[in-house]
Nanobody, 119 residues
């Protein structure tokens, strides 16, 4: 069984920063990628950023230059550093893990962490 534990969400003023963490544990043989998605009320879940095992990154246009995704392979943990936050960044942020679990390629989701950007 694979578990993803997210942390770091909260309330921040516009222009502020937050750092999200996602720690993976369990029967993970190898990791293809980890990433962050977000979903605001009434909207579809959207990609924020992903990072592969080799370190290649991909960002949504709306967060380029403001957000940075990184990974600690030894700890199986991904981080999302969010700077210059805007009210439109408010959403539930979900960690995503694409991995080999018990010989099968599988995708897992975290429980979500709320990020609210408001004055």
């Amino acid at each position: 069984q694979v578990q993803l534990v997210e942390s770091g969400g909260g309330l921040v003023q516009p222009g502020g920063s937050l750092r999200l963490s996602c720690a993976a544990s369990g029967s993970i043989f190898s990791i293809y990628s980890m990433g962050w998605y977000r979903q605001a009320p009434g909207k579809q879940r959207e990609l924020v950023a992903t990072i592969t095992g080799g370190g290649s990154t991909n960002y949504a246009d709306s967060v380029k230059g403001r957000f940075t995704i990184s990974r600690d392979n030894a700890k199986k943990t991904a981080y999302l550093q969010m700077n210059s936050l805007k009210p439109e960044d408010s959403a539930v942020y979900y960690c995503n893990l694409d991995c080999i679990d018990r010989m099968l390629r599988t995708t897992y989701w975290g429980q979500g962490t709320q990020v609210t950007v408001s004055s």
